[in-house]
């Protein structure tokens, strides 16, 4: 549900730890920061004020931040979350965190439970703001504690690649993330997955808990990828093109959305986490 209803402090928090930690702690400080904002003055302004230029969240394709929460009446909800993973390239400009989430209605009573997934991206300024917000719902589990678990490398001021060299690397990304959905649709969905894996991938579906090795095909199976063949995509690409992340949306028909995070093993990509999302349902006839 997140995803459907997706401050001074927060502001403080996710640009003041720049200076003197590191981008893995700043990122988890601007999520921490994101959440409490959202709780001292609401969704809207809380998302408004995570969210990068181009960031957006997902209803259920992508939408800019901005025009879904500049112009919006007030939630009549609040949500809590905690960051439970995270991860940053080494070069410290893109990174992302999931974990637990829970909706509440004005009256305090629960209205939903699922887990997020936030992808952060450092902005001119220094600072960190997401570029993608998306989210699953599942059966209840308790908010993220204060310990985060590190994924991925923990080198920190990795040197940009040329650009040329970034290019080439983006370019076969793209390539493999566009061929998994037909390959999903044909083949065993959890082989499709195990030759892109890295050994910690983990797989957000809806209506499931995280899912990790060994993937089950019923599970995978279970969530609707449609039918559509032309898929509007972006991605964005780690300075010393280690990280990555893509998502995507169809550009006509039924089809999933789907927010990925790519880490570079050798010279091949290797899938960390996917979060992916059935096309809504179609209207009933009459």
């Known amino acids: 549900m997140r995803m459907l209803a997706m401050g001074t402090v927060a502001l403080l928090l996710a ?27 609401g969704v809207n302004a809380a998302f408004l004020a995570a969210a990068g230029e181009h960031g957006v969240v997902f209803r259920p394709g992508p939408l800019r931040v901005a025009d879904a929460y500049a112009k919006a009446p007030p939630a009549a909800f609040n949500i809590a979350w905690g960051p439970a993973a ?3 390239a080494p070069s410290g400009d893109l990174g992302y965190t999931y974990g637990p989430y829970e909706v509440t209605l004005a009256d305090g009573k629960s209205a939903g439970f699922g887990h997020y997934f936030t992808v952060w991206e450092r902005d001119g300024d220094g600072a960190f703001h997401f570029r993608s917000d998306i989210g699953i719902s599942h059966a209840p589990v308790p908010l993220a504690g204060d310990a985060v678990v590190r994924r991925g490398s923990r080198a920190e001021g990795a040197r940009a690649l040329a650009r040329r060299e970034r290019d080439a690397r983006l370019a076969a990304l793209r390539e493999l993330d566009s061929g998994l959905l037909p390959r999903l649709r044909r083949e065993s969905p959890a082989a499709v ?5 890295a050994d910690d991938l983990v797989l957000l579906r809806d209506g499931s808990l995280p899912l990790a090795a060994p993937f089950d095909d019923a599970v995978l199976a279970a969530t609707d990828l449609g039918d559509a063949t032309l898929m509007t995509a972006a991605e964005r690409i780690s300075a010393d093109g280690t990280l990555a992340t893509t998502y995507a949306s169809p550009a006509e028909g039924r089809g999933p959305a789907w927010v990925r995070v790519w880490r570079r093993s050798g010279d091949t990509w290797q899938l960390a986490v996917d979060l992916t999302l059935p096309p809504p349902p179609e209207p009933a006839d009459g």
């Not at 930690?21 to 601007?30: G, M, R």
Request: net charge negative; glycine share 2%.
């Open 15 to 41: 640009c003041g730890v720049q200076a003197k930690d590191s981008a893995y702690d700043a990122v988890v400080a601007a999520e921490r920061a994101f959440a409490a904002d959202a709780q001292a003055r």
């Open 193 to 197: 997955y195990a030759s892109v894996a």
């Open 86 to 88: 995270a991860e940053v």
